[in-house]
Structures are given as C-alpha cells and as structure tokens.
C-alpha cells in the first residue's frame, strides 16, 4: 500500500464512508462535505508513519504480479484480460494546497506538477462493466461464491470473490483469500475512518473558521475549499478568476493552517486506530512480504 490516504479525484469530490455513527454498507457514501459540513483542501494528502506499509514499488510489483495471474487464468479460461503494466515512479504527487506560486499561476491544475515529477500510479483492477456474463463468471466465480467481509467499527465493507481468476490470484499471492480480504479490508477502513474524522475535529472546524473569513476578506464566500474549486473550474469562470480564487485559496490555506491542521488530526486518528490494530496490519504487511518473496524467487510470475 503505497500512501493510504490519496489524493481526492480531479472532481476534487473526496468520498469517504460515513462510519462509527452508520452501520456499516457497501452503497453509503457521501461526500465530506454532504457529512459535516466541511471538506478537507483540495489535495489533502497524508502518508501515515503509525500504519507500515511497503514500498511504493514494491505495492508495484503486486498489482503487476496480480494482473498477470488473473491474465494467465482467463486466457485458460479463453477469455482475455489486458490491462497496461504499472511502472514505478512517484504516486499520486502534486503541490501544496498552500503554495501560492504554483496556484497563481496554474490555478488548481495540477498537469503541470505531475509532467515535471511524472507523477503516476499503479492501475489496481479493470473494469468489468459490459462484459457478458461468461466472462465475470470466470473472473468472479459463481454468484454465491462471494463471501461477505464486515468492515470494522462500522466501515466499509465488500464481497471477497471465493473462486473464479480474482481469487485464484489472490490465493497464489497471499494464501487464504479470505483472510486477506479482511485484513486488506482492515487497513483500508483506517483510511476510511481518518477522512471522516478529520473534517468534524473541533480544530479543523476551527482552521476551516480562519480559512473562510480569509477568503471573505478578499472578497470571496465560500464554505469550504471544495467550493472554491468548483466554482474556479465551472465554465462560467474565466481564466483571471479562476486563478484569483486558486491564489487566494493558498493564501488563506497557509494563514489558518488548514492542510497543517488536517495532517495533524489525521496523524492522531491514525496512530490511535493503528494502535488497536496492530496485528491485522503486521500480518497484513507480512503477506505482502511473502508474496513479495514468491515473486522474487520465480514461484509466482510479475
């Protein structure tokens, strides 16, 4: 797992699960701010030291191996399962959401950052969507198959495919299929519950307080910076005010410490759910160094 806590979209709408008050459900998402209220900057990242994780191109080297088992398996199978290899190479970087340079003068695209640090990332699935019913068939197994994995402390959880390419995958990588969906499902839900408890922290609330009345002092009223950005990329903004809003976005980003103050809640929810789950993530890691090393050894093909 290469940064738990990603970048939102290019929509910029950043997608959480409404946890710890909801039971958790595969379908209810909402969007921070349809939650709280409140969102988080723009491009809001925090890679968590509480959570180890491997290396970036070791994460690589997984989803390669994956994507090649599952390709293997359905060529077996005669149908065909292509998707491009995924290189090593920063993920998912961008600038600051404070740096005022770079926003003056490119606004909220951030093209220009990633071509300059070829920023990529590795590809994790491919869409089924449209394939006929053969086909997922071989790729998801039977209906029924699937085995429901509860996510903890109410957070998200998902069907573990049991048979069919995905699982055969899985199984060659990291043994019990089940058993690494749950901890996978684990880990993921860390970053679940951190999105959603940063925005409603009293002192995000309170950062987000100085962001807007910031942004009102220079004439601008929004409610949060997901606003902002939406109305500096509608068709109706020219260029000069969608950088007038980008620049004093960073402004005020910096003088409320708004991302300072979101990294810091998001180091504290982090390290506490780390904390009660420490096992689940070093075995999570452990299976991903197993597989790592079946890999390395030729007894899996990348």
Not at 3 to 13: C, E, G, H, K, P
Not at 253 to 258: D, F, I, K, S, T
Request: with cysteine.
């Amino acid at each position: 797992m290469a940064a738990l806590f990603a970048r939102t979209a290019t929509s910029v709408l950043l997608v959480v699960l409404v946890s710890g008050c909801l039971p958790g459900s595969d379908e209810t998402y909402v969007s921070a701010d349809e939650a709280t209220g409140v969102s988080l900057p723009v491009s809001f990242t925090y890679r968590p030291t509480a959570v180890p994780a491997i290396s970036e191109e070791d994460r690589i080297t997984l989803v390669n191996a994956r994507n090649e088992l599952i390709s293997r398996c359905m060529r077996k199978k005669g149908f065909t399962f292509r998707i491009a290899k995924a290189e090593a190479g920063p993920s998912n970087g961008g600038p600051s959401d404070s740096d005022v340079a770079y926003r003056s003068r490119y606004g909220y695209d951030e093209r220009p950052w990633q071509a300059q640090h070829g920023s990529r990332s590795a590809s994790r699935g491919k869409s089924v969507v449209g394939h006929s019913p053969k086909y997922l068939l071989a790729l998801e197994g039977p209906p029924g198959s699937q085995k429901r994995i509860d996510g903890v402390w109410g957070g998200l959880s998902k069907e573990a495919p049991t048979k069919g390419c995905l699982a055969e995958a899985d199984r060659k990588l990291y043994g019990d299929v089940i058993e690494w969906a749950s901890l996978d499902l684990t880990v993921l839900n860390i970053e679940n519950l951190m999105l959603n408890g940063v925005p409603v922290d009293s002192r995000y609330v309170e950062a987000l307080r100085r962001w807007r009345s910031c942004m009102s002092g220079r004439g601008m009223r929004f409610k949060n910076p997901y606003e902002a950005r939406e109305k500096a990329d509608s068709k109706e903004s020219t260029r000069a005010e969608t950088l007038a809003i980008a620049t004093a976005d960073a402004i005020c980003n910096g003088e409320a410490g708004l991302t300072v103050t979101a990294k810091t809640v998001a180091a504290e929810i982090t390290s506490e759910l780390a904390r009660k789950n420490k096992h689940a993530i070093a075995r999570h890691k452990a299976l991903q160094e197993s597989a790592l090393t079946k890999i390395r050894t030729g007894q899996i093909p990348s």
